[in-house]
Nanobody, 125 residues
Framework: QVQLVESGGGLVQPGGSLRLSCAAS????????MGWFRQAPGKEREFVAA????????HYADSVKARFTISRHNNKNTIYLQIDSLKPEDTAVYYC??????????????????WGQGTQVTVSS
């Protein structure tokens, strides 16, 4: 049973930073691609960022490039999403996801196999 647990969300002022974490268990983590998605109220879940199994390839949504950084620590079965220069439009529930094979980084929600429960990020003054 694959389990993904996100943490690190919260209430942040515009311009602030957060680091989200996603801890994985029950899978061969080091072989899987990992991704972050988000869903704002009333909107569909959208791709944010993804990282290949070995960390050598990353892919970002245009809306978050230069502000978001995805990374992974395979020894800890954990991925991270560093979010800087937060904007109110970044407010959403952030989900991590996993898929195999680990070298493909699709942006479609349906191409990812397992999901966490999400962590809320609220950007407001």
């Amino acid at each position: 049973q694959v389990q993904l647990v996100e943490s690190g969300g919260g209430l942040v002022q515009p311009g602030g930073s957060l680091r989200l974490s996603c801890a994985a268990s029950g899978s061969i983590f080091s072989a899987d691609a990992m991704g972050w998605f988000r869903q704002a109220p009333g909107k569909e879940r959208e791709f944010v960022a993804a990282i290949s199994w070995n960390g050598l390839k990353t892919h970002y949504a245009d809306s978050v490039k230069a502000r978001f950084t995805i990374s992974r620590h395979n020894n800890k079965n954990t991925i991270y999403l560093q979010i800087d220069s937060l904007k109110p439009e970044d407010t959403a529930v952030y989900y991590c996801a996993t898929r195999f094979p680990g070298h493909e980084l699709p942006t479609n929600v349906g191409d990812w196999h397992y999901w966490g429960q999400g962590t809320q990020v609220t950007v407001s003054s």
